[in-house]
């Protein structure tokens, strides 16, 4: 064959190699849902949406139940769903924990409101540093590649939700007043890092890609 031939014959064969090999990737690898579409990211919007709305006292404490509140109830949610829709024991395991421990919390929280009357003086910077913690976890959430695999996405998105209770929670303990939140506030960090650890380590043993 001449030389002038092989060269584009050589080419074709590696582009038509190379054509191929993505073709067996893509249908080996990651596959992704719309988030519009995914069950978890609904119930994050929803809540987001809601502790937006809350009207807030400028009482650190109690801004801070209220708001934990509303988040656990999110969480709740997300965890029942995973229950529902999960595959694996070890995320379903995580979730059913997380179920008991935060309901359990939400009666501590309210608890606290209906005995604490918000007072002054006010404090807005627990408002602003919690809705900036908020404002992350919605762009972290938003930057997640979603799959439709329950396990896979419910550890994902509650790795984010961990993240900004952990924010809030230490905005609580340098900011608000109180002995009973702030105690809350301690139990809830450690708790939550120890479930990211754990949300994480399961990911990287079971990642898709």
């Given at each position: 064959m001449p030389h002038s031939f092989r060269l584009p014959l050589l080419a074709s064969l590696l582009a038509f190699g190379a054509l191929t090999s993505c073709k067996k990737d893509d249908a080996d690898g990651l596959m992704v849902q719309p988030h519009d579409q995914n069950a978890f990211m609904t119930i994050m919007h929803d809540m987001s949406k809601e502790m937006d709305m809350m009207t807030a006292t400028m009482d650190p404490d109690n801004d801070y139940a209220k708001m934990m509140v509303m988040h656990h109830t999110g969480a709740i949610k997300m965890a029942q769903k995973e229950l529902s829709?999960?595959?694996?024991?070890?995320?379903?395991?995580?979730?059913?924990?997380m179920i008991a421990a935060q309901q359990a919390e939400i009666t501590q929280f309210n608890a606290f409101l209906t005995s604490?009357?918000?007072h002054a003086p006010m404090v807005m910077e627990f408002m602003d540093r919690a809705m900036m913690a908020m404002e992350t976890m919605d762009k972290n959430n938003d930057l997640r590649v979603l799959t439709g695999d329950a396990d896979q996405d419910f550890a994902q998105l509650m790795i984010?939700?961990?993240t900004s209770a952990i924010e809030m929670s230490e905005d609580e303990l340098s900011l608000g007043r109180e002995t009973t939140p702030k105690t809350m506030a301690t139990k809830i960090i450690a708790d939550q890092q120890m479930e990211i650890k754990e949300l994480q380590d399961w990911l990287l043993k079971n990642k898709k890609y």
């Open positions: 829709d999960g595959d694996d024991a070890t995320i379903k395991d995580i979730a059913q924990k604490h009357p918000a984010d939700h961990h």
